[in-house]
Nanobody, 123 residues
Framework: QVQLVESGGGLVQAGGSLRLSCAAS????????MGWFRQVPGKGREFVAA????????SYADSVKGRFTISRDNAKNTVYLQMNSLKPEDTAVYYC????????????????WGQGTQVTVSS
């Protein structure tokens, strides 16, 4: 059974930093592309960042480019999202996701999802 468990969310002031972690179990993690999405109440899940299997190519939403960094440690079965220079508009529930084939910018690219972790940025 595949499990993705996010951690690291919390309350931070604008300009601060947080690092989210997503621990994966139940399959060969290094074979999966991984992504981070976020969601605020009343809106759909929004793409944040993705990292491919293998060489670990990355992609980012324009809104977070230059501030957020996605990375992975296959030995630890963990993917990270380092978030710097946080803004109030980054407030959301953040989800990690695993793609069996190739990750992308759409929720339907992904097969497994974590339960989410809340990030709140105060002004």
């Amino acid at each position: 059974q595949v499990q993705l468990v996010e951690s690291g969310g919390g309350l931070v002031q604008a300009g601060g930093s947080l690092r989210l972690s997503c621990a994966a179990s139940g399959r060969t993690f290094s074979n999966d592309a991984m992504g981070w999405f976020r969601q605020v109440p009343g809106k759909g899940r929004e793409f944040v960042a993705a990292i491919s299997r293998g060489v670990g190519s990355t992609s980012y939403a324009d809104s977070v480019k230059g501030r957020f960094t996605i990375s992975r440690d296959n030995a630890k079965n963990t993917v990270y999202l380092q978030m710097n220079s946080l803004k109030p508009e980054d407030t959301a529930v953040y989800y990690c996701a695993a793609a069996l084939v190739a990750g992308g910018r759409w929720t339907y690219d992904y097969n497994y999802w974590g339960q989410g972790t809340q990030v709140t940025v105060s002004s």
